[in-house]
């Protein structure tokens, strides 16, 4: 075996957001990108399982791994602010820019540069749905019981290993009124669109007496009130409005009791809300331990904890000891003209390769 080298990451780089894998519209089936694997695989006994609607898993395994790697292939759509194409690869300035070359098939390239250098003990599951916020493919994944000692999943940390992140809920609520004209003195309590922002007031008074709460170097919990509808016009009582928000609570804090304790605080009736996307924290089952162990058992740095969720939540409330690392920064993730530092890959490739060759 003959050991990677960059010009490999930056060949499969420029593959991998040639693919048009944004989510949504989930066309990953037809994008190319699952038969694009399957060639970049020699040898491996390949599951790819698809769950419907974007949703599609690429496991590949060859000789007696030890770890599994887990890189999503979805990528956030393209959004307003682009000066280049965003599914070619550009180099400017010690940066590879594309989409998803942050985000993160940066990060995917180099373990396929590793591949393609020899390396043939490895576990690799490429999925497809973690931007679209359902993780079904990782929950699916995590029915059935696998031996691996560890996982690794890819997100951008600057290559150091992450032991622990927030966790989310998300939930909408939906304030109601009877409609009249706006001349009704009524209007100034019973209309929706005062009821939403007398709660969205409370919700952020609420958010701010947990800033004392604190996680190392982690403060308080995110709140973000995303979505705001309702109402006709001002003459009109507004009849309802609709509310969408987010809650992103300190590690080890329980996302459902955290929402539980919002809705009470604020007034509200659990008849009024509707929960969403509900994923817990790294560590889970105070496996913060664990996690360290393996970062330090793989020789690398570790970071502080981290705001942004990741699917490693997940396999560490299966019980796996975890961590969350790749290259690229989480500022450039989702945003327009996203880049990856070239250094930062040619860390991770060091890493990788050294992981797999067991040196």
Request: charged share 20%.
């Amino acid at each position: 075996m003959t050991k990677p080298n960059i010009e490999q990451v930056k060949k499969h780089l420029q593959s991998l957001v040639s693919f048009n894998t944004t989510n949504p519209p989930r066309q990953i089936k037809d994008s190319g990108i699952v038969e694009y694997l399957q060639e970049c695989l020699p040898g491996a006994d390949i599951k790819v399982t698809d769950y419907g609607d974007g949703s599609i898993n690429v496991l590949a395994t060859k000789g007696q791994p030890e770890y599994l790697f887990n890189y999503h292939i979805d990528t956030v759509p393209v959004t307003d602010g682009w000066q280049t194409d965003p599914f070619t690869l550009h180099q400017s300035d010690g940066k590879l820019v594309a989409l998803g070359a942050c985000d993160i098939k940066g990060a995917a390239a180099c373990m396929l540069a590793c591949i393609e250098a020899g390396a043939d003990d490895y576990a690799v599951l490429f999925s497809s749905d973690e931007e679209h916020g359902s993780s079904l493919c990782i929950k699916s994944f995590l029915k059935q019981s696998h031996n691996y000692q560890g996982v690794i999943v890819a997100e951008p940390t600057q290559a150091k290993a992450v032991l622990a992140h927030r966790g989310i809920v998300t939930a909408s609520v939906s304030f109601a009124a009877q409609s009249g004209h706006s001349s009704e003195p009524r209007a100034l309590k019973e209309n929706a669109n005062h009821q939403a922002a007398s709660w969205m007031s409370k919700a952020i008074r609420w958010a701010e007496d947990k800033l004392a709460d604190t996680y190392d170097c982690l403060q308080g919990t995110c709140f973000n009130i995303g979505h705001l509808q309702g109402g006709i016009k001002p003459n009109v009582i507004a009849p309802q409005t609709d509310i969408k928000f987010g809650l992103r609570p300190l590690p080890e804090v329980d996302t459902s009791r955290l929402l539980h304790e919002l809705v009470a605080a604020t007034g509200l009736n659990l008849e009024q809300v509707t929960e969403g996307f509900n994923a817990p924290s790294l560590p889970s089952h105070n496996n913060l331990g664990k996690n360290e162990k393996l970062a330090k058992k793989l020789g690398l740095d570790i970071s502080p904890p981290v705001n942004f969720w990741t699917e490693a939540a997940l396999f560490s409330a299966a019980d796996y000891p975890v961590i969350v690392f790749g290259p690229g920064s989480i500022e450039q993730a989702h945003t327009a003209n996203e880049w990856v530092a070239i250094d930062e890959l040619e860390q991770v490739l060091g890493h990788y390769w050294r992981i797999l060759s067991h040196e």
